[in-house]
């Protein structure tokens, strides 16, 4: 019988490689298939099913901080969108058995049966700590790298596509409308999906609301055939900066004063659609743990967090009665905006969470009293 020496020492069957040179092998989990991308932490705890569905990290191999994955398996209730759109997932440790009455699998399984390839025994500290040294960048995870040296993978990674290099809104959106919630009752809330996650539209039904789900690209036409009470401008990923299509109908809705909420890329969008700009955090925020300040009321809350992009302070037109609303106390980033008279709310946080903590699910009780208040006192009728 062999000793525990024997029965414990993994394979070292795969490598994830950075473009910087960086190497870091492993053990391959999931899908037997190689992934490329861009390489990101994430600091959340939990929430690893929620993680690899997030439309918002499409195209990118993701590191979760924390230790232990997959040990509470994996549940459809959990997913956030229709599949899992991270490149790749790289973990300390894989748990081979989860132990959750709810549990439907391993994540193990559910990798490979949505065909994505992780990476086990990293030291995912030192891959956090060289990301935030040197920043988000270009990678690779190959799978079966036994017999490959460092130098012909680290190529590879140089090679690697971002997600802000193309359209990758256009890859997560789904094509149809869709509606949620009952179609006779409460306020009529339109999503425009950047790559919606289902915990928005389920914080918006819970609270009474009737959703329509609206394909990114749509034309204001259309939003204003549904007449809805308020729009929301919903998460996804990429570069805010490619996305010119969606300020059409952004600037439509500021002008004809209709309720609007931007999350996330809504938020970046919004500001994008003013006149603002811009630009590439070094390594994003990503995970349950950032502190934001509410600049009007002082309050301060811990918001779960989701992007590499942020609006440029310097460039919100606070002369025309736009102002930076919420800060991240940790970089003091802009975190929301707000206008003096529009009925406009924007944030660059996830109220909905999924993962992260619920402190913020308020902000849809305020979108939607905003909503109640009459059209015509938005649009200055009589």
Known sequence: ????????????????????????????????????????????????????????????????????????GVTEEDNQSRQPWIAGL?????????????????????LRRYNVPGISGVDTRALTRHIRS??????????????????????????????????????????????????????????????????????????????????????????????????????????????????????????ERRPYFGICLGHQLLARAIGAQTGKLKFGHRGGNQPIMDNRSGRVTMTAQNHSFQVNSDSVPTGDGWQVALRNLNDGSVEGLAHRDLPVLSVQFHPEAAPGPADNGILFDEFLEMISVPQQDHRGKN
């Not at 600091?43 to 232990?68: A, K």
């Not at 790289?90 to 391993?106: K, L, M, R, Y």
Request: aromatic share 6%; hydrophobic share 35%.
């Open 1 to 72: 019988m062999p000793d525990a020496k024997t029965r414990y020492t993994p394979v070292w069957d795969a490598v994830l490689a950075l473009a910087d040179g960086k190497v870091f092998r492993g053990k391959g989990f999931g899908a037997d298939v190689d992934g490329s991308g861009e390489v990101v932490f994430t600091t959340s705890m939990t929430g690893y099913q929620e993680v690899c569905t997030d439309p918002s990290f499409c195209g990118q191999i993701v590191c979760m901080t924390y230790p232990l994955i997959g040990n509470y």
């Open 90 to 110: 790289v973990v300390h440790e894989v748990a081979p058995q989860p132990s959750n009455w709810q549990s439907e699998g391993t994540l193990d399984d559910y």
């Open 134 to 255: 040197v920043g988000d960048m270009r990678a690779v995870l190959v799978h079966n790298a036994k017999d490959m040296t460092d130098e012909e993978i680290v190529a590879r990674a140089q090679a690697a596509k971002l997600p802000g290099e193309r359209d990758v809104v256009g890859d997560v959106m789904n094509a149809e409308e869709a509606t949620f919630g009952d179609e006779n009752t409460g306020p009529h809330v339109a999503v425009v999906d950047c790559g919606v996650k289902m915990n928005i539209i389920n914080s918006l039904t819970s609270r009474g609301a009737r959703v329509t789900v609206l394909p990114y690209g749509t034309s204001y036409d259309r939003v204003r055939e549904l007449d809805p009470d308020g729009v929301i401008v919903s998460p996804g990923p990429g570069d805010p900066a490619n996305l010119d299509e969606g300020l059409g109908i952004v600037r439509s809705l500021l002008e």
